[in-house]
T-cell receptor
């Protein structure tokens, strides 16, 4: 399998649940990203990992907890979310530090918090 | 901080016609990269075209081309011979170099409708 794969595609969770989003890339990239895409809002960068180290955390609430065990896998652990966290969560990868390296995105996880 | 503005929330074009999507950006850097991404209803965002700021020649990829005006900080996307499959949301994105290369700034997007 090639490219960037995200699971699950859809997720419905209650505010007290704990769930995790998974992302896997097979492109040999050294950086992975989490973006949040909400209706009527621009893409919001949440986290950036380069060589498994978090290099950017854009003031994301602690109820979102990223994990990058290796350069091919990225997780987003979710707990005690709020309804306003409902959105499309996109994972992407690229070559970090190379400005002309485009982002390669997964299909996203549509998250609904009830 | 860099900002990217797409002033057209929605655009429509007749099949086989040409459409231009606008994008302006603000930066104090002299070297950077600009991208157009396409997000169809299937949700996966894919790269359409990229432009390196130090190159004066406008990038072209088949039916897609850009009009890059560095002094005006403008980066428009032209789609020629529009096809039904071009219907999608299009995002303009800015990416710096060096220590700023890890972060891309996106515009709000333009939804393109292609009429048969």
């Amino acid at each position: 399998e090639t490219g960037v794969t995200q699971t699950p595609r859809h997720l419905v969770m209650g505010m007290t649940n704990k769930k995790s989003l998974k992302c896997e890339q097979h492109l040999g990239h050294n950086a992975m990203y989490w973006y949040k895409q909400s209706a009527k809002k621009p893409l919001e960068l949440m986290f950036v990992y380069s060589l498994e180290e978090r290099v950017e955390n854009n003031s994301v609430p602690s109820r979102f907890s990223p994990e990058c065990p290796n350069s091919s896998h990225l997780f987003l652990h979710l707990h005690t979310l709020q309804p306003e966290d409902s959105a499309l969560y996109l994972c992407a990868s690229s070559h970090y530090g190379t400005g002309n390296s485009p982002l390669h995105f997964g299909n996203g996880t549509r998250l609904t918090v009830t | 901080a860099q900002t990217v503005t797409q002033s057209q929330p929605e655009m429509s074009v007749q099949e086989a016609e040409t459409v231009t999507l606008s994008c302006t950006y603000d930066t104090s850097e002299s070297d950077y990269y600009l991208f157009w991404y396409k997000q169809p209803p299937s949700r996966q965002m894919i790269l359409v075209i990229r432009q390196e700021a130090y190159k004066q020649q406008n990038a072209t990829e088949n039916r897609f081309s850009v009009n890059f005006q560095k002094a005006a900080k403008s980066f428009s996307l032209k789609i020629s011979d529009s096809q039904l499959g071009d219907a999608a949301m299009y995002f303009c994105a800015y990416r710096g170099v060096g220590t700023n290369a890890g972060k891309s700034t996106f515009g709000d997007g333009t939804t393109l409708t292609v009429k048969p």
